[in-house]
């Protein structure tokens, strides 16, 4: 709190210092000196009432130069669309844009900005193939700057959803450029292409490399991004994954990841969780919604259902929709995944943590139609194997073998 007074009791001196420098600043990146004063301005009354938000007072320049950008980029899109997306660069002003890039924020890159107009066409065909319901939360997020409250409430639905929605619908956007329009993307070189991966609201946070071993191949480590404050966890296999929009798991939940730091744990809490949501509904097939707690029928694989995601579709496992909320916000679970859920999996999966899985195969078992996963250790010959009932997925019995 202290640092905070003396941050606010110095601010006005400080702002008065740097109004000449925002003047410039909005000036080069509208291309209009006219209207660079207003803007200049307007940066400095949001810089005043969002002062709380400066973490670091060293990194003062660059935060109010990103505030700067912010307050241009909505002025450019209101005199129109194409605008918005536009800086002009303007002769003998190098190497001021030089100096612009040292003062803007991390996240402000003047050479996508520029290369904005020339893909924005793409993007708006690659919008138009999109689902109503997608186009408008993508829309509201990013092109209105909607915050995500907002956007949860013009939807009628909660944050978690909204937020939900909004991931998915990210995917779905980088999925149709880079399959519908594979071959206009390629005439772009490759600085290019890495401005359409931001115009394109690929999903913030890189990809890392974990410790833990993909249990489908067992030849590579999963990578893997986690979003602690969001409570969002993906995992990819490099193998398994070979798609740019491709990963194994994806789980974006406070109840189930709130607290958890690192991916390990993460994934153990994702397995404990599973196993006890789906295991004790199958026979019953009632599930509590995971947003608003109401009871959800639980619906049984292989199915093309139109809510799941394309690398869901036709695969054994569970998903239900909520009646309430919205088609897209479904949960899933694949028979692969409940069996690596099983207390007995994971200690095998403890014993040995390079493990891979085998062919499922349909058998009988007792007289009734099963299905066999077996997953095997890659350092040696031990297996177990999980026989599961066709019809209702619940476990028959678990072996163990070559011990």
């Known amino acids: 709190m202290a640092d905070l007074i003396d941050i606010t009791d110095g601010l006005e001196v400080s702002l008065s210092l740097e109004r000449s420098r925002l003047v410039g600043l909005c000036a080069a990146m509208t291309g209009n000196a006219d209207v660079a004063e207003d803007l200049a301005q307007e940066t400095l009354l949001e810089a005043w009432r969002h002062i709380e938000e400066l973490r670091d007072q060293e990194k003062f320049l660059q935060w109010l130069s990103g505030i700067a950008r912010n307050v241009c980029l909505r002025w450019l899109r209101k005199q129109g669309r194409q605008a918005a997306h536009l800086i002009e660069t303007r002769p003998g002003t190098e ?6 890039e040292d003062q803007l924020a991390d996240d402000f890159d003047l050479e996508v900005e520029l290369e904005r107009k020339e893909l924005i066409e793409l993007l708006d065909r690659a919008m138009a193939l999109l ?60 600085d290019k292409l890495a401005a359409l991966d931001r115009l394109s609201l690929q999903t913030s946070g890189q990809w890392q490399q974990t410790s833990i071993w993909c ?19 993906w995992l990819a296999c490099p193998l398994c994954c070979p798609e740019p929009d491709d990963f194994m798991l ?71 929709c909520c009646d309430y909320c919205t088609p897209d916000d479904y949960s899933w679970s694949s028979l692969e995944f409940m069996s690596l859920s099983l207390p007995a999996v994971q200690d095998f999966k403890r014993e040995h943590p390079r493990i891979r899985r085998l062919p499922a195969q349909e058998v009988e078992a007792g007289g ?11 350092t040696n010959s031990e297996r177990i194997v999980v026989v599961s009932a066709l019809d209702t997925y619940e476990t028959l019995r678990i072996e163990r073998a070559g011990q």
């Open 95 to 100: 190497a001021q844009f030089t100096e612009l």
């Open 131 to 190: 689902p109503a319901e997608t186009r408008t939360v993508l829309v509201e997020r990013y092109v209105q700057e909607s915050p995500l409250t907002e956007v949860a409430a013009k939807l009628g639905i909660n944050t978690s959803a909204a937020a939900m929605r909004l991931q998915r619908g990210k995917i779905a956007l980088r999925r149709v450029l880079t399959r519908e329009f594979r071959q206009e993307m390629a005439a772009y070189g490759p």
């Open 215 to 233: 249990d489908i191949c067992g030849q590579h480590r999963l990578k893997g991004r986690f979003d602690r404050e969001e409570s969002e966890l």
């Open 250 to 320: 994806h789980t974006h939940s406070l109840k189930i990841l709130g607290g958890v730091k690192s991916y390990k744990p993460a994934l153990s809490r994702i397995y404990k969780w599973d196993y006890s949501y789906y295991q004790p509904n199958l026979l019953t097939l009632r599930v509590p919604c995971l947003y608003c707690g109401r009871p959800c029928v639980l619906q049984k694989g292989p199915t093309d259902h139109p809510s799941l995601a394309h690398w869901h579709r036709n695969r054994h496992g569970v998903f239900h």
């Open 368 to 378: 009734r139609l099963a299905i066999v996963t077996t997953f095997e250790s890659v």
